[in-house]
């Protein structure tokens, strides 16, 4: 079992920058796969960006270029730099571990774009 706790959220306006950060405890966090997922309200949660045991990444089409997610596996943290961010960012952001199929979450960070 895997305890993740976000922080880094907040209030930004359009063409800012955010980073979030999050904690893993009780594992050994580097054969996780890492990610970060956002759900908006009345829509389904996605993949924002993840990031492998290999260092690897992957991003949703729609942060491709203005996303970037690392991961430190000392310290056990991995992190999103948002930058240039629009109003449909804005969304619940929750860190996810996962291992041999098996999902852990956080209990997410709120992120509100807007002017």
């Known amino acids: 079992q895997v305890q993740l706790l976000e922080s880094g959220g907040g209030l930004v306006q359009p063409g800012g920058s955010l980073s979030l950060s999050c904690v893993a405890s009780?594992?050994?966090?580097?054969?996780?796969?890492m990610a970060w997922y956002r759900q908006a309200p009345g829509k389904q949660r996605e993949l924002v960006a993840g990031i492998y045991s290999n260092g690897s990444t992957k991003y949703g089409d729609s942060v491709k270029g203005r996303f970037t997610i690392s991961r430190n596996n000392i310290k056990k943290t991995v992190s999103l730099q948002m930058n240039n961010l629009k109003p449909e960012d804005t969304a619940t952001y929750y860190c996810?571990?996962?291992?041999?199929?098996?999902?852990?979450w956080g209990q997410g960070t709120q992120v509100t774009v807007s002017s």
């Open positions: 009780g594992t050994i966090f580097s054969v996780y796969t």
């Open positions: 996810n571990a996962r291992y041999v199929g098996r999902d852990n």
